[in-house]
């Protein structure tokens, strides 16, 4: 594992303890973090649509707004975001607007995700803009997180 990976691979755990914060607060877990060029973690987010009644609460927004007031600027080239959950198509739009310069991502999202799994938004070249992407990093962490989640909402439920 190289020095990039490693820090990519920090990213992601911290970005896993973020998520565990949105769950806590009875909000699906997804983490994010934003890595400047240096790969110094800028910025955090995690989801926040129940416990702020935000139906944009997303945890990639949340950090793409905590990046840009560090950055002093919208424009996001020099910073990757590190997701737990692939973005859905509203995030991507977001970070494709922020001009994001590499989004990393670990489980896949069937469902909704907008990073290949249902539509490629990101890899979008009719867009203005094309991050580099990278799914699947750290993947079964991830993935585990979110069904054990969804496990334990259902039986809360008596499902």
């Given amino acids: ?5 490693r820090r990519i691979n920090d990213a992601m755990t911290e970005a896993l303890q ?8 009875g ?3 997804v983490g994010a973090v934003v890595l400047d060029s240096a790969g110094e973690v800028v910025a955090r987010g995690w989801n926040t649509r129940e416990a702020e009644g935000d139906p944009v609460g997303h945890a990639e927004v949340n950090a793409l707004r905590a990046a840009s007031k560090t950055a002093g600027s ?3 080239e020099d910073y ?3 997701v737990t ?3 859905c198509t509203m995030c991507a739009g977001a970070l494709v607007s922020a001009r994001i310069g590499g989004v990393v991502f670990g489980a896949w999202d069937e469902k909704a995700g907008a990073a290949g799994s249902v539509r490629d938004v990101l890899r979008d070249s009719r867009l203005n803009h094309m991050p580099q992407v990278r799914g699947g990093v750290m993947e079964a962490e991830c993935s585990d997180q979110l069904r054990k989640y969804f496990q334990e909402k259902r039986l809360d439920r008596g499902v």
């Fill in 18 to 25: 973020l998520a565990e914060q949105a769950a806590a607060a």
């Fill in 80 to 82: 990757t975001l590190v």
């Fill in 27 to 29: 909000d699906i877990p």
């Fill in 85 to 87: 959950l692939e973005p």
């Fill in 74 to 76: 919208w424009h996001l």
């Fill in 1 to 5: 594992m190289n020095l990039q990976d």
